[in-house]
């Protein structure tokens, strides 16, 4: 990681396999997480490879179908903006196994994260319907794959199908509540657990372990100077819960993260993990 000691190793002991005992009560969500957190890094591989691929922004099967062929493949580079504040939004992007982050700039320069997006949901419906400009500036934190499809395009496609109308407002809906959530992630917990929740998200939407991410960016996502992020990161590596190298971050022990991390977590569970 940009700044911070080097030498580090890379990725430690995952925890162990042991699965829950069934709890039919329990939310789904939890018993995908619960068992996510079970399962161990080094078999996360292989149960991605067994399980079927699911996302595009929670599209039912019926509605994907439908509107597969107006989606564009893309390959999102990190660091990429795929809009600034204020500026105009021709395309909706449905991340597969890229991670975008919106972020609002402060009046002295500095940013901070408002909303986190995978392959549950898409980046720039706000802007569907609208003639407003992009409220945040949306930038890759984790490349990968993605589809995108034009906005006049869905827009067309949306004044003639309830369902993906019905799609939509969820996804506005869920949008808003992450936003909320944020908002009291931001002014009421921990910048330790807030690192915490965050590098959990990321994991859940991309799939990965491993993070090109500089100190300086994970400032700006938690609205921080950058040592607070090197005290942080130097504390969770003491834990084993993650390591570090020169512009990589490790997360080495997901269930520690878990331990650590704020409540905004069970909050915002991912609609879909793999
Ligand atoms: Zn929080």
Not at 38 to 53: C, D, F, M
Not at 84 to 99: A, G, I, L, T
Not at 102 to 107: D, G, V
């Amino acid at each position: 990681m940009e700044g911070y000691e080097t030498g580090a190793g890379t990725a430690r002991q995952a925890v162990k396999m042991d699965m829950p005992a069934d709890q039919p009560q329990t939310p789904i969500d939890e018993v995908i997480r619960t068992a996510y957190d079970n399962i161990g890094l080094e078999r996360l591989e292989t149960v991605r490879a067994l399980v079927p691929r699911v996302g595009m922004g929670g599209l039912s099967p019926v509605l994907l179908n439908k509107i597969r062929p107006l989606f564009k493949h893309t390959h999102l580079v990190k660091d990429e903006y795929l809009f600034q504040q204020d500026d105009e939004v021709d395309f909706v992007y449905f991340p597969e196994n890229s991670v975008i982050s919106e972020f609002q700039m402060l009046a002295d320069g500095r940013t901070i994260e408002v909303a986190v997006t995978g392959n549950e949901s898409a980046v720039g419906i706000s802007a569907v319907w609208s003639t407003s400009s992009a409220v945040n500036c949306a930038q890759v934190c984790v490349g990968g794959d993605a589809y995108r499809i034009e906005k006049d395009v869905l827009e067309r496609e949306l004044t003639y199908s309830r369902p993906l109308q019905r799609w939509l407002h969820d996804q506005i809906n869920a949008y808003i509540k992450q936003i909320s959530q944020k908002v009291i992630c931001n002014t009421h917990h921990a910048v330790e657990e807030r690192f915490c929740t965050w590098l959990l998200m990321l994991q859940d939407r991309s799939r990965k372990n491993k993070f090109n991410l500089t100190q300086e960016y994970i400032a700006g996502v938690l609205g921080v100077y950058r040592p607070s992020v090197t005290c942080m990161a130097k504390s969770l590596r003491e834990k084993n819960a993650i390591d570090y190298v020169r512009g990589q971050i490790f997360i080495t022990d997901r269930s520690k993260l878990r331990k650590m991390c704020c409540s905004c977590y069970s909050e915002l569970p991912p609609r879909r993990v793999f």
